[in-house]
């Protein structure tokens, strides 16, 4: 009986055993269920995918080394559990009832839904993880995009601020306008970045990134930027047009100015020159003619003024649009070289010059006047002086040719002229005078008379020379006629046939002229050769010296020669035979003897030394001596 009851209460001990074991492991393995279950039910994510990355790492270690021991624990409860109620069955026991809530089905129960749990929790970090890395990936997107955008835009602002344009020439604003428009094509370009940055942010919003404040605060920033951008693009492309409207403006007035001034500052240029030019003149025409010329150019110079001040207004109207617009010209017309201040600084010299040709134009009309009243008063006196002196000798050509009365008549008649000619000497002093004065004046023509002072000193000794000169061939042709024992009869005679042809009254008779005299004398000096021989004879005795032409002195002597009996060379030979005693050559003893002492030695100086056979010493030619006496041969 005691082994009975000792063996009842072993299997009752054995079993009070097992259900406290069962209750305890039922009440851990349910208390970790309870523990474990919100753990894997809390699904706030974290921010960071290292944070999520390490619950997933809590997680594995929960799979691989806390879950493996609570699953041998279940299945242990259950085996335990089983083994319990057999042996109870086996030994006629109540089945086992665990406390409430540690039944196996409610271990059971609370283990699916740890399993369920679990389940969802690697589901949820799995997707929280995936999630993280997008965003991950989209905030880099962002930062990338978001710096490489920042980038290009720095310097962008200050770039379209900046006011380069005012300084700018018509050349450089179209380059900055070209450079403007390469810069709204870039900006455009950049439109779809912008557009992307704000859509990652967008998504990054939804996707409920953690650090979407600072990612919404740097979009912003950039979209601000971006729109700030855009209106200073377009003021910049305003202000770029609008200058090169102003500066085309002002360019065609720089060009309209240029036009303008090249002419009026060369036409200031040429009067300057003209103004300064130094003048010559010689009449009171001339002078008049430059002062009529001058008040033309004054007459000009208002017109003048006017296109100065419309010059400098355009260039005044180029300063102004550039003032009112605050556009920097640079330095100078690009289409030329003059200025205002050139202009004004000619124009100024101009007008200095003006009145400064006006005393000089003035001062040489005083001269001129002065000059032109020396003229008429040298043309009164030459006028008058002139003629008298070519009537006179028209007179004392028709006394020499006339031959009115005796050659005495004629020579008295000459000298009266002569003497007239004397007393008119004082006319020629005046008009010295006068000449004098007009050369002083530098007056070098005179239209008032065709009489220089040349012409007239020229006539002057003309006149003198030919009254000196017929009184003394008058003089010649009495002494030959008394000579020669020529009667007036005869002289006149000579003077007709002479004057007769001579058809231009010149005072001598040309080689053809004393051919037809001959001629008409009786002269055998047909044009044959026998006649031809005896003119050139004649001519070698009228002519000596081949002058061309007979005088009506030599004239008179070869008719005084041909008509009267004259010693010849031939008769003074005979006589020098005579006293040499028939030799053909004579001594100078001889000639001492036979000879008056003076002619004597004039022989013996002028005779050559005889050549002939038959000389002695000191033998004279008294051949040649004697033709050369009458012009036959050198003396």
Not at 236 to 259: M, W
Not at 401 to 426: A, C, F, S, V
Not at 434 to 459: C, P, S, W
């Amino acid at each position: 009986a005691a082994n009975r009851i000792c063996k009842v209460l072993e299997v009752n001990q054995e079993n009070e055993r097992l259900m406290e074991d069962y209750e305890k492991l039922a009440s851990d393995l349910l208390a970790w269920i309870r523990r474990i279950i919100p753990w894997l039910e809390d699904r706030v994510p974290e921010k960071t995918m290292h944070e999520m990355q390490q619950k997933l790492e809590d997680f594995r270690d929960y799979r691989r080394v806390h879950k493996p021991p609570k699953v041998q624990e279940k299945c242990q409860l259950e085996i335990n559990f089983n083994t319990l109620q057999t042996k109870l069955r086996l030994s006629n026991r109540p089945a086992f009832m665990p406390s409430e809530g540690k039944m196996v089905s409610d271990i059971n129960s609370g283990w699916q839904h740890l399993e369920q749990s679990e389940k969802g929790y690697e589901e949820w970090l799995l997707n929280e993880i995936r999630r993280l890395e997008r965003l991950d990936h989209l905030a880099e997107k962002f930062r990338q995009k978001a710096s490489i955008h920042e980038a290009w835009t720095e310097g962008k602002e200050a770039m379209l601020k900046d006011k380069d344009y005012e300084s700018a020439t018509l050349s450089d604003i179209r380059a900055l306008i070209r450079k403007h428009e390469a810069f709204e094509s870039d900006l455009a370009a950049h439109q779809d970045r912008v557009e992307q940055i704000a859509a990652i942010a967008q998504e990054l919003n939804e996707l409920d990134y953690y650090d979407s404040p600072s990612v919404n605060t740097r979009c912003q920033k950039i979209c601000d930027q971006w729109d700030t951008l855009g209106s200073l693009t377009h003021t910049r492309r305003e202000a770029l047009e609008k200058t090169e409207k102003q500066l085309e403006t002002i360019d065609q007035l720089h060009l309209e100015y240029a036009k303008r001034a090249a002419p009026f500052n060369n036409w200031m240029e040429g009067a300057t020159e003209d103004l300064q030019d130094m003048f010559i003149v010689h009449t009171i025409e001339e002078i008049e003619g430059l002062i009529a010329a001058h008040e033309q150019f004054k007459s000009t110079l208002p017109d003048a003024d006017r296109e100065r001040e419309a010059i400098q207004g355009i260039q005044n109207e180029a300063q102004k649009i550039a003032d009112y617009n605050h556009i920097k010209l640079a330095s100078g017309n690009p289409y030329t070289t003059i200025t205002p201040q050139i202009i004004n600084s000619k124009w100024e010299k101009v007008q200095q010059l003006v009145p400064k040709r006006d005393g000089a134009l003035q001062n040489e009309q005083d001269k001129q006047q002065s000059n032109e009243h020396l003229r008429l008063q040298f043309a009164k006196q030459a006028n008058v002086v002139g003629p008298w002196i070519q009537t006179k000798m028209e007179e004392i050509g028709r006394i020499a040719i006339e031959m009115n009365g005796t050659l005495e008549d004629q020579l008295d008649h000459l000298k009266q002229y002569e003497q007239r000619i004397i007393d008119y000497k004082p006319n020629i002093d005046k008009l010295e005078q006068q000449h004098q004065l007009i050369q002083e004046a530098l007056i070098f023509d005179n239209k008032h008379t065709n009489y220089t002072m040349e012409h007239v000193r020229v006539g002057w000794e003309h006149l003198l020379t030919t009254a000196a000169r017929t009184s003394n061939e008058v003089e010649t042709q009495i002494l030959t006629r008394d000579a020669k024992g020529i009667s007036q009869e005869q002289m006149h005679e000579f003077r007709v046939s002479f004057n007769h042809f001579d058809k231009d009254h010149s005072g001598a008779l040309g080689a053809e002229e004393f051919k037809a005299c001959l001629i008409s004398l009786g002269y055998d000096v047909e044009n044959d050769r026998q006649g031809d021989a005896e003119f050139n004879r004649i001519m070698a005795i009228v002519d000596p010296n081949n002058t061309g032409s007979v005088t009506f002195q030599a004239f008179i002597n070869f008719m005084s020669r041909e008509t009267t009996d004259t010693d010849t060379a031939d008769q003074v030979i005979a006589s020098f035979k005579i006293l040499a005693g028939d030799k053909n050559y004579i001594t100078a003893a001889e000639l001492r003897r036979e000879l008056p002492p003076d002619q004597a030695e004039y022989c013996i100086a002028r005779m050559a030394p005889y050549q002939g056979p038959d000389a002695v010493a000191g033998a004279l030619d008294y051949m040649s001596f004697s033709t050369a006496l009458y012009g036959e041969s050198d003396l």
